[in-house]
């Protein structure tokens, strides 16, 4: 077990060669780095949803390529392509246009857009079960109230879809976070990379990952309750038999 | 090993079971001797299936004991008012000599019809296989699902798989056969066959616990009729008797409503 | 543009040559993680063993796979048990730890996806079973098990898939599986896409290949297709 050397708590906290504050930072920034991933992924997977659903043969195709790439290629590798190749792009579009090289992105923004490109993939089958999930006949009835096509979507459809929908997207909120941890390897300074570093310079691994482990297990239980309290709140009205 | 004629093949005393707080059976009394038919009747929630459940363990009883042929059942009440079985093999054999017919008939969805009727006799009764598909083949036949060996369930009707359901109880050759609401899940047209596949089976000498909905079916079929209610036996007695008008108020009000 | 085909070409035989390591470790993680599932979910049934199943399940879930092996390969060294131990010349190889950690991490997901499976066996099919007077074991034998492995294959094959691409980031620790090539390569050359489309055909090769093993199966498995 942690040899009783009292260094590593020391190390842990938040007095002068306390780690404390950096942990909680990069905990932070993990936390910016999944939900902005996350929301990347929720208007991309949306658009994706809409394109598989098309009557457009090429943009369902190009849906379902990819769906197929970001499902089937590790994110890792996605990563790595937007954190090494966005410069090279960024300035051979830039010659092209004839502008200055913008230089490199930041480290957030690729790794976000990186997450967010692979999220997309999974919310948008997400996002495709639920659209057909309302039943025909509660849209024939709204039509038949006479509600127009934004009341009928914003009181009937959307709801629906939402408590449908709901516990898939915790799933992928989940891994989203998880994910996020893959962004170390470009050097942002979210919990992955704060917890290495901070290893590598007081020789102290286990105590430094036990601690980043211990934190991300906080980020992924207060987001599990917090969503299957959300879910709680759907249940009120669609039960779990019928009754819709 | 078969029960000696005297000794009652079924003999049920002291039944006793709450769900939560809720009493469902009070308390219930009865024998099955050899070739009898007993139709259980009764209204929803009077605990007549919940009893059924508890004569093979299904449903562990909180109190009271339970004799199949003469071999009690291995349970042992703890103070707490749960039930423990004080020795699985046993049990296991106890149940192995009766066989139950369900309401949702439970075939196994991963067997065909031929590898349902066989499993119990090749894999609890020890019967080789050879010889017990033939018997299948045979059962099969006499519950009119002859050359239905090859299929899966899902490709049957309720009543199909009722039928094949019934060959599968009677492949075991049971001392007592319980059914719990054999017809309740069938469309009309249905009924009329399984009830008269268990006709049969009453008249070959079967021993036989219904539990139905079927009236005019308990009347015709059995020789002893039990009305539940409440968790209770409220009345019981020869079909003549239960349903002539000297019987109970109470069952005569059950039986016509309004 | 020869200079480009032959690049191409180094670089696809240099994948190429990775690809039993990723194969290989993803093979071995599938084998140890199922099995140690099997047992996660076995131990969730005894009371005794039931609570150290539920940690271990939320731990390996609710933490990045990186984590982990970064914990199992710098974490576990720093530890003198394991350091001075008679498993060191094993540990100190970043496969195999890697293969500790993904055995570890996907043991809990495929504990779970069980567990779900479990569940979802219609309780009337465990009720004719006992009714019948089979015995424990009998019944897991000829009732549960082959309705576990149909229910749970979809989801199954789902967290295999998921294997294959989470083997990706043994790279992190050196080994030089068909990410790590392709990584190494992009730091030399700066031919991003290129080799990113290369590594990225690797893997939808081998993903689709499982995906089309695993249909197989499952037609296998349900011979009849649709319902009444």
């Not at chain 1, 025909?136 to 709204?142: K, L, P």
């Not at chain 2, 079929?221 to 409440?230: A, I, L, Y």
């Amino acid at each position: 077990m942690i040899t009783d050397d009292p260094a590593p708590m020391l190390l842990l906290g938040f007095g002068p060669d306390g780690w404390g504050p950096a942990l909680l930072r990069g905990a932070g920034l993990t936390m910016a780095l999944a939900l902005t991933a996350m929301a990347i992924g929720m208007v991309l997977g949306a658009g994706l949803a809409a394109a598989g659903a098309s009557r457009v043969r090429w943009l369902r195709a190009a849906a379902a390529v990819y769906g197929l790439v970001f499902r089937g290629v590790p994110e890792l590798l996605v990563v790595l392509l937007l954190y090494f190749g966005t410069p090279g792009l960024l300035a051979a579009g830039a010659a092209l246009l004839g502008l200055a090289d913008p230089g490199s992105p930041p480290a957030f923004l690729t790794g976000s857009i990186a997450i967010g490109l692979v999220s997309a993939a999974y919310q948008a089958e997400v996002f495709r079960g639920g659209m057909l999930a309302v039943p025909r006949g509660q849209i024939e009835a709204a039509i038949a109230a006479g509600m127009s096509p934004a009341t009928r979507f914003r009181r009937v459809i959307a709801p629906q879809v939402l408590h449908r929908v709901l516990p898939p997207l915790g799933n992928i909120w989940q891994f989203t976070l998880k994910d996020s941890a893959l962004v170390a390897v470009t050097g942002l300074s979210e919990l992955m990379r704060v917890s290495l570093v901070a290893a590598g310079s007081t020789r102290q691994p286990f105590a430094f990952f036990a601690a980043a482990m211990v934190l991300y297990l906080v980020l992924t239980s207060a987001s599990s309750a917090l969503f299957r309290l959300a879910e709680a709140r759907g249940m009120r009205w669609a039960g779990g038999t019928g009754g819709v | 090993m078969t029960a000696q004629s005297s000794e009652p093949v079924l003999r049920a005393r002291g039944i006793t079971k709450s769900f939560g707080g809720q009493a469902v059976l009070k308390g219930i009394d009865l024998d099955a001797h050899r070739g009898d038919v007993v139709a259980i009747l009764g209204g929803s929630g009077s605990g007549k299936s919940t009893f059924l459940r508890c004569l093979n363990l299904l449903e562990m009883p909180d109190a009271g004991t339970i004799a199949i042929g003469g071999t009690a059942a291995p349970l042992r009440y703890d103070g707490k008012g749960g039930a423990r079985v004080t020795d699985a093999r046993a049990l296991n054999a106890l149940r192995a000599r009766t066989a139950m017919v369900f309401q949702n008939f439970n075939l196994w969805a991963h067997m065909t019809v031929i590898d349902n009727v066989i499993a119990a006799p090749v894999h609890v009764h020890g019967v080789p296989r050879a010889a017990a598909i033939d018997r299948a083949h045979a059962l099969l036949d006499k519950v009119g699902m002859a050359g239905f060996a090859g299929h899966w369930p899902r490709q049957l009707s309720g009543g199909q798989q009722q039928r094949v359901a019934i060959a599968r109880a009677l492949a075991t050759d049971p001392d007592l056969m319980l059914f719990d609401e054999p017809t309740s899940a069938l469309d009309p047209e249905r009924v009329r066959e399984v009830l008269d596949l268990i006709r049969a089976l009453a008249d070959e000498g079967r021993t036989m616990l219904i539990v139905t909905h079927e009236m005019a079916f308990a009347r015709d079929v059995s020789g002893q009729v039990v009305h539940v209610r409440d968790g209770a036996i409220e009345s019981m007695g020869p079909p003549e008797a239960m349903f002539g008008p000297d019987a109970s108020p109470v069952f005569r009000a059950f039986l016509s409503p309004g | 543009m020869s200079g480009d085909l032959a690049f191409l070409a180094d670089t696809t035989l240099a994948i190429a040559r990775a690809v039993p390591v990723t194969v290989g470790l993803f093979a071995a993680s599938a084998v140890g993680a199922t099995l140690l599932g099997g047992l996660l979910v076995m131990a969730q049934t005894r009371r005794g063993t039931r609570e150290c199943a539920r940690l271990w399940i939320f731990v390996f879930r609710g933490t990045p796979l990186l984590l982990q092996i970064f914990m199992v390969y710098y974490g576990l060294a720093a530890l003198g048990p394991i350091r001075h131990g008679p498993l060191w010349a094993a540990f100190r190889e970043p496969l195999f730890c890697a293969f500790v950690a993904m055995t570890c991490c996907c043991s809990a997901y495929i504990a779970e996806v069980c567990r779900a499976a479990l569940a979802a066996i219609p309780a009337g099919q465990i009720e004719a079973a006992l009714a019948s007077g089979m015995g424990r074991w009998t019944r897991l034998r000829l009732i549960v098990l082959p309705q576990l492995v149909r229910l749970a294959l979809p989801a199954y094959g789902n967290e295999l898939v998921m294997m294959i691409k989470s083997t990706a980031l043994a790279s992190t620790i050196t080994v030089m599986d068909v990410t790590g090539v392709a990584g190494q390569v992009i730091a030399h050359s700066y031919r991003t896409l290129d080799v990113f489309c290369l590594a990225a055909a690797v893997y939808l090769g081998l993903t689709g290949a499982l995906t089309a093993a695993l249909r197989y199966v499952e037609r296998r498995l349900n011979p009849v297709e649709g319902t009444r």
